[in-house]
């Protein structure tokens, strides 16, 4: 039997299979990331749920194993050496999952960090920006009077779609033949800039082709469809 005792957080979320690895998360863009991971390497996890719009993730014991405040984070009872490890950062768990189970990226090491990199332009670039037009968009940036900053992120959005448009050209998948990482850090948020968002016309989604292509494959994936759904909002 696995002993997450010396996690905290193992104590305000108990686990009920302490030998399998660990999720605290919710359903937003960056929490699906992980949840699909699991979903399509088939690695045998439990999911709590983590409920931010009651500041679950900014009590003592969330703190404990991500100090961000973020959501996801995983405890794997199973980490390297055989030891438990904790995890946080969407992206950094998205790697260690595939690395982990060899699946979801490249072997060849020159496609990995390619891989890989495409992972960090979604971290560094469309969660970011996507994320703040929707606040400024549909939350409570929307009365503030001033709509430059709007104007900013609509526009950076509409330019970082044409980057994966034109990365999709010929390409199924951000990564060619392959579906990856990569992919799985993307989808939530593009699904989300046009559906939670309500950002499509602002963005210009209809113009693109491949980019909607791209998404309705994701969407279409089982485990895509398993994933958006874990865990439940409670």
Known sequence: MS??????????????????????????????????????????????TVAIGKDETWTPEFLALNPNGKIPAIIDPDGPGGKPMALFESGAILVYLAEKTGQLIPADPAARYETIQWVFFQMGHIGPMFGQLGFFHKFAGKEIEDKRPLERYVNEASRLLGVMETRLEDRAWIMGDAYTIADISMMGWVRSLVDFYEAGDLVGYDRLSRVPEWLDRCLARPAVERGLAIPPRG
Do not use: C, M
């Open 3 to 48: 002993d997450l005792s010396a996690f905290p957080i193992a104590g305000r979320w108990p686990a009920q299979h302490p030998e399998r690895l660990q999720l605290y998360s919710f359903p937003t863009p960056n929490g699906v990331k992980v949840s699909i991971a699991l979903e399509e390497t088939g690695l045998p996890y439990e999911a709590h």
